[in-house]
């Protein structure tokens, strides 16, 4: 019967932590859009499938009609949200901090910059040129940068070249050299750019692209994902031209946000030109937000980490297990010795596997789901009347 008994917890907390942990992973496209969005999905991932896991506790207590008793039997319900909430807090307290340590001042930058040169950019082509000069005029030499013109193909580009005065002579030749031709493609130069930073990529170099077009194009649904595994960032500088968005301009738009950039929208005079101040300004803060590492792919409970990787890892250590000893202490209210061992061993274990997977590029919100599932929410001993449970 215990053996027996065993089995049901097992089964039914697994089964209900996972319900919880799938319902999280539903809503993460729409939650965690922004930092809040992001901040507040972690705090429901690091409570709700604690909450899910231990009904499916009760549940099996329920089913063997009270012959076995979990020994957390008074007050349950108080200390389950006193518990959950604590939870909550960890996982987004922790994500803020996780979060704010990605924001590190990088002298060093790499800035792949997109010129559209399809027909319709004529006008625009001096005051784009003069914006274009005065962002290569805020780089040092420690930072690098590359143009490239495209249309409905790449039409040419630079090196990546250090900032140093040739290679801005080099750059602002090139840029003054660009023809005007075709019509508007986005996949094609978003692909050269993510390939071109990939190939160059050095540690402690934040690494962003800005794109500068009036037109729309397709675009491949895989290079937002992929941007977010690089840790690229995509700035998107769009000069009005006074028609609804596409869905094709959304899907750019939102490849912006996702990747930590921002999209910006140059308004036209009545001739029908941007501003050269308002170009210029927008490349100025396109330039100012590349100097810190970008927070879209910063999440705490899965990815890869940029930048200072061993305190990341730290922060994610520090959080995983604070989570799993406090949650467990609130709710049972006592933790053994070896309790206590077994959920810091849990989180740290847990970290390793999230940190390692990411690293490799093998990172997924699916793959953290299960192993919160089985390392954390539904570690347990036997429920019985002389072993007190644990999360």
């Not at 499916?56 to 349950?76: I, M, N, P, W």
């Not at 108080?78 to 340590?101: E, V």
């Not at 030499?141 to 990546?160: W, Y």
């Not at 750059?171 to 075709?182: A, E, K, P, Q, Y």
Request: aromatic letters at 10%.
């Amino acid at each position: 019967m215990k053996k027996n008994f065993d089995r049901i917890v097992l089964v039914l907390t697994l089964l209900l932590g996972g319900a919880g942990c799938a319902f999280c992973l539903m809503i993460y496209g729409r939650t965690a859009q922004d930092t809040w969005g992001r901040i507040i999905w972690s705090g429901l991932f690091f409570s709700l499938p604690f909450v899910t896991s231990l009904l499916g506790s009760y549940l099996a207590e329920a089913l063997q009609s009270r012959r076995f008793t979990v020994l957390r039997k008074r007050g349950r319900i108080f200390t389950m949200i006193l518990a959950a909430a604590s939870g909550f807090l960890a996982g987004a307290g922790g994500q803020a901090l996780y979060m704010i340590s990605a924001f590190e001042k990088n002298p060093a930058m790499d800035v792949v910059l997109l010129l559209d040169g399809s027909g319709s950019m004529e006008d625009e082509k001096e005051g784009c040129d003069k914006a274009a000069r005065a962002l290569l005029d805020q780089m040092d030499e420690n930072s690098r940068a590359q143009v490239v013109s495209f249309a409905a193909t790449v039409l040419g580009n630079t090196d990546l070249l250090p900032m140093d005065e040739a290679g801005k002579d080099t750059i602002t030749d090139f840029i003054r050299s660009i023809d005007v031709i075709g019509g508007t493609e986005f996949g094609q130069p978003l692909t050269f750019a993510l390939n071109s930073l990939r190939e160059n990529k050095e540690e402690q170099r934040a690494q962003a692209v800005i794109l500068l077009s009036d037109g729309e194009g397709p675009l491949p649904d895989s290079l937002k994902e992929e941007y977010i595994k690089e840790g690229l960032l995509l700035y998107t500088i769009r000069i009005d031209t006074g028609t609804k968005p596409t869905a094709d301009t959304e899907k750019l738009i939102d490849m912006a946000k996702s990747t930590g950039g921002f999209d910006t929208l140059i308004p036209v005079d009545k001739s029908g030109q941007a501003n050269t101040q308002e170009l210029i300004s927008a490349f100025g803060e396109a330039f100012t937000a590349t100097r810190e590492i970008g927070m879209g792919e910063q999440m705490i409970v899965f990815g890869n980490m940029n930048g200072s990787v061993i305190f990341r890892f730290l922060i994610r250590t520090l959080v995983f297990a604070l989570y799993a000893v406090l949650v467990g202490a609130i709710y049972y209210r006592s933790l053994q010795p070896e309790q206590i061992l077994g959920n810091l061993t849990a989180g740290l274990l847990l970290s390793v596997l999230v940190t390692l997977f990411g690293q490799i590029g093998l990172e997924t919100p699916v793959l953290s789901a299960v192993l919160f599932c089985v390392l954390i929410f539904c570690a347990y001993t036997t429920y019985d009347e002389e072993a007190t449970p644990y999360v």
